[in-house]
């Protein structure tokens, strides 16, 4: 184990503490819940797989807000196909759907060279709109109960690891060591056992495949020559064109597996996160996952942090909303944080005017006792708001991303 | 020199009539693909949009997509996007809405004062994005779609506990009513002394003239200004600005909050026409809608106009194929191929311009 991995599992083991002892402080017991880990762990592949549709978009050097379109039609597809053929099959069909969105943004800012943000939003629009269009007639003909809702679609199986987090292995039924120790109510153990156990436990295999395949792009952009080849042609295309490399191919390459994954992404939701098509159901996880992409600075394990993170929020914020109103606490203690740091590089003025955010959100905190529905809903989008807002100035994205590129320097 | 203005005009017309008939092509599939005639919808959708009761719902609903387009074109041409225009129009009109009706000042000065509360807070819900995009780097079109959703949240937090008048019974959470100085006055009685009948749909909002004047406005301000010069400028190319002296933090700044200024007041015409009050039947998607008709309008005030008019009057029109039972919907697909095809026509002949000045220029050259 490497140095930066031990850095990061002890800020990881003190975020947890933290937590514990916010958990202990309020009796928001959900806060590390095996529930909460769960279905942040839910919430985050969507977003993770948006991400990595992002990073081989933007690495090849084409910037992809058509994400949150192609989501859309993974998510469309999946219900629609998977309500007749199986989940799978629902799946895959997110898949093609995706990648069909993505064909359309391929050939708007490859071929026509088009501005790529302008073809992205485009794509998004008539995502939603071609989706509602065909749903409305579904609705028509009878064979959906509403415009924006698709029927129901089979459930995909789960599974846990063997001893530590149940499951079932040839019909043998593994024992359940964590969740035992969660319930122990151990201050800090059991936090950290639920946590694994909701991480590791009743597993979906779609959930299984999608982690699987961070590792599995970062091999296939850092460790194969196609990698290489897609990488230059986001990072210096006139020059890996020079060199043979085929850069429109490349781009197209990225542009499609980007919409392929980020149909994934979509079809999960409906499938595996829901048990059915629902219009809206994407709600800009899109654009999230585009967030966790910077986040993550354009690298695949950075990209699972921001997920997590942003899958966090979320799950917290469909789960309970007296863990959002404890989280007011966490938000003073990181702001306590800052203050320290900030009397002690002796900048007094920020110092202050930290210490008074700090004891606004505490006035905040103790004067309401839950938080309106309508503000727990927006937890996801403020923090990916104020994430990037630390995160944005260490970016390095790829130096030739978002530029239109023509073959022999044409314009 | 004669032959240049030619091609110079067909290929202007060029590009948008492309995109026509590629968005005919495929809104005809479509509707080809429910085994129904398209043109009998065609036919339909023209018989039922041309009526004057059409064509004033067209007006209606082109005058806030116009005015959001305006606001979206500012920061395009300032090299920006501000994809934010729905979440600054809602609370633009929410905002006005709610304190418009605390007070009450002459006619005129009330409208201006609701005008006022709109824009401030409109522009500043977009100068979040600025400040997060000049002080700390973070890309406008990820801060303000999350500021969308934001905005959605904290708009129906803010009417369902503090803006909603509870003394009404109505399952419609709803402002208090404008009073009648804050309302902006219909142009039926002026369509009456010009021979227009009335007809049922509420005549045509008064913003609409507002509406007109703001597209001279932004015309003049962006061709003939030396502001309108810096934030092109700022756009086209930000070094070159940078050189020449032009601010381009500053210039980020000014056009993202100017932009959401302008955006706040895109709530107003149904607001102050119609409902005289904010409540939870306001139309969504305004913000999304005028995105596709700055595009297609080539960010341009003419351009826009027309485009808005064309987007109004397809999702007016289309309402009739109800009756010959084709998915209303059908305009989404009519609008979304337009606005595609048309963004890659724009590129393609703009290209091809090139190509041909440069052909010219070789000639000249050589003789």
Redo the contacts between chains.
Sequence with gaps: MNVKSLKTLRYALLLVLTLSIIRVLTGATDLTSVGTASAALLLSVPIALAGLGGLFSERSGVVNIGLEGMMIMGAWAGGMIGTDHGPWIGLLAGVCFGTVGALLHAIATITFGVDHVVSGVAITIIAAGLVRYISTIFYKSGAWLGPSQSPDVASIGTNGIPVLSGGHYFGWQSPDLLSDLAKKQWFFISDVAAILRGLTGDLSYVTMIAVALVPLSFFILWKTSFGLRLRSAGEAPTAAESLGVNVYKMKYAGVLISGGLAGLGGGFLAIVAANHYQENQVAGRGYIGLAALLFGNYRPGGILMGAGLFGFADALQLRDSASIHALILLIVLILVFLVIRDLRKGKLLKAALTLTFAALSLWYYLAVDELPGQLVTMTPYITTLLVMAVASQRLRMPAADGIPYRRGGMR | MKKLKLSTFLLAIAAPLAAAVVSIIISSL?VLA?KKSPMDAYRTMWDFGTTSASLMQMLNTATPYYIAAIAIAITFRAGL?N?GVEGQLRLGAMFGAYFGAMFALPPVFHIIAIMLIAMTIGGLWAAIAGY?KVK????E???T??????AG??S??LL??HFADLTTASNNLSTKEIPASGQFPNLMPLLNKLGVEDQPGGGVYGMLIFAIALGIIFWFVINRTRFGFELRASGANPIAARVSGVNSKRMTFVALALSGAIAGLAGLPAVLGDTHAFNMGFRTGIG?SA??VA?LGRNNAVGMAISALLFGFLEVSSRSLELIDI?P??Y??M???I??SS??AY??VR?YK?TLQSKELAKAVQA
Excluded: D, H, P
């Design positions: 479509a429910t996007f994809i997060l700390r780097g973070v890309s079109v990820i801060s779609i999350m500021l969308n959703s934001l949240g904290f129906s937090y369902a506990n999304f995105i596709a595009l998915a919907e059908t989404v697909i609008q979304g191929s606005l595609l963004v890659i590129e393609v290209r090139i």
